[in-house]
């Protein structure tokens, strides 16, 4: 017996005062079997309840569909990384608003101009990294490897983890210590989640 697939919506407001009537009802009348919405929760939060619900519920032939690309996530690299494993779980996507697809031809290839966006958006993060760090060293703002990174350290470490920059390249750039990169990672995500979490009873 053929499995049925589904379309699956999903939906999300920032905050929880905001509605999503207008998202819901564009996505019910594009033929969503299901709506998931996210009340509350910031684009660039980890942690989305109902769109990890989606994700777990959804399987190979279903399709994922959006409002709006950015009701996914606000930078390009969690965009990417999202449509990477949908694409690799063999499940579609379709964002309404922009009226794309990862269906077909059309489809393959705003994923490969998504994935090139990407990469020019680490490579111009890395560029301008480097020549801050050049500049700073020439001022002597910098010496050899150090145990603590300093402010403009650290802020480099996280922009260029946050373009998606691996823990090698940006320990060789920065000329700190792997472990160095992702104990500084970690203490920004446990801050980053710390600032998000909704308030409220």
């Known amino acids: 017996m053929t499995q049925a697939n589904y379309q699956l919506g999903y939906a999300r407001v ?11 009802e564009a996505l019910e009348e594009a033929g969503c079997d299901r709506v998931f919405i996210d009340r509350g929760v910031s684009g660039k939060q980890a942690r989305r309840p109902e769109l990890d619900k989606l994700l777990d519920l959804s399987r190979r032939g279903d399709t994922l569909v959006v409002w709006k690309l950015d009701r996914l996530g606000r930078d390009t690299r969690n965009l990417l990384e999202l449509l990477d494993d949908l694409t690799a779980a063999g499940v579609k996507f379709r964002s309404l608003t922009e009226g794309v697809s990862t269906e077909g031809p059309m489809g393959k290839a705003f994923i490969t101009i998504i994935s090139a966006f990407a990469q020019l958006e680490r490579d111009v993060i890395v560029e301008r990294t480097n020549a ?36 090698m390249k940006i320990a060789e750039v920065l000329g700190v210590s792997k472990s160095t990169v992702y104990r500084t990672v970690a203490q920004h995500k446990e801050q980053k989640d710390a600032t998000e979490q909704p308030t409220g009873n």
């Open 14 to 24: 920032s905050t929880s005062d905001q509605d999503p009537a207008l998202q819901v």
């Open 132 to 167: 801050g760090l050049a500049t700073a060293r020439a001022r002597g703002r910098f010496g050899g490897r150090k145990k603590v990174l300093s402010a403009d350290k650290e802020r480099a470490v996280i922009q260029m983890y946050e373009s998606s920059t691996s823990y």
